[in-house]
DNA sequence: GACCAGGCACATC
DNA sequence: GATGTGCATGGT
């Protein structure tokens, strides 16, 4: 399996090139993204972002301050506003209770105790949290998402209903090189997905992977 | 108008 | 542990 992933990594690099992930200015935003864009586009968390960017809220401070209506009401594009924001402020009460707001303080934390931690704060689920360590704090860490299970599954690298850990650890157990790759590789499992791996085909045609 | 998009919590069996 | 539902906007 080892060699299998090496080699689909190796095919979406040199087919898609460099992604650049995870497209943000800092490590905060790219928090507030992570959650922003649950079960969303990402263009329309980008509007929602924006919003926030353009009035310099894009600080823990800042952000903590605001009300939960005002907030709401600025990430309105991303959709379930009302959700989201309460949920982005369950992370930055839980960022300030236990680490004085201060994004370096979470850093040096062990990562799986980390990973715990963020799971316990509610409306942060496995991929919000494996985003944040993996794209905001430098965690080897590889994240899962809906693209992620639906490209494996096409090419039968996985059973139909595998857990979470289970897709993550199948990476996490055969790659190397750790964070740079982690990042890169689920980046480019998300533009295959968005290109070629379609939603309710029963195939995916042209598939990179399969020449 | 239907379906989809870089999930998650919660209820129920 | 599996399955169903609410949350909501904007693009196709």
Same mark, same amino acid.
Request: hydrophobic share 40%.
């Given at each position: ?93 839980? &960022? *300030? $209770?236990? #680490?004085k707001g201060k994004l370096k303080n979470m850093s040096l934390r062990?990562?799986?105790?980390? =990973? ?64 740079? &790759? *982690? $990042?890169? #590789? ?14 309710? =085909? ?8 399969d020449t």
């Amino acid at each position: 399996m080892t060699h299998r992933l090496n080699l689909i990594y190796k095919k979406l690099y040199s087919f898609f090139g460099p992604q650049h992930w995870w497209p943000a200015e800092s490590s905060f935003e790219v928090i507030v993204g992570a959650i922003l864009t649950q079960n969303t586009s990402w263009q329309n968390a980008e509007r929602a972002i924006a919003n926030l960017g353009k009035r310099k809220l894009l600080n823990p401070h800042k952000l903590y301050r605001l009300s939960d209506k005002r907030l709401a009401s600025l990430i309105m594009p991303a959709g379930y506003y009302n959700i989201k924001a309460r949920r982005l402020k369950n992370f930055l009460i839980f &960022l *300030f $209770k236990s #680490y004085k707001g201060k994004l370096k303080n979470m850093s040096l934390r062990d990562t799986q105790e980390l =990973r715990q931690e963020l799971l316990s704060v509610n409306g942060i689920g496995p991929e919000t949290a494996d985003s944040i360590l993996l794209y905001a704090l430098d965690k080897a860490v590889f994240v899962v998402d809906a693209y992620t299970q639906r490209v494996l599954l096409r090419h039968r690298l996985i059973r139909n209903n595998a857990s979470y850990d289970e897709i993550q650890n199948l990476f996490m157990e055969n790659l190397k090189n750790k964070v740079k &790759l *982690f $990042k890169e #590789y689920h980046a480019l499992l998300v533009r295959l997905g968005k290109e070629f791996c379609l939603k309710g =085909r029963p195939k995916c045609e042209v598939c990179p992977l399969d020449t």
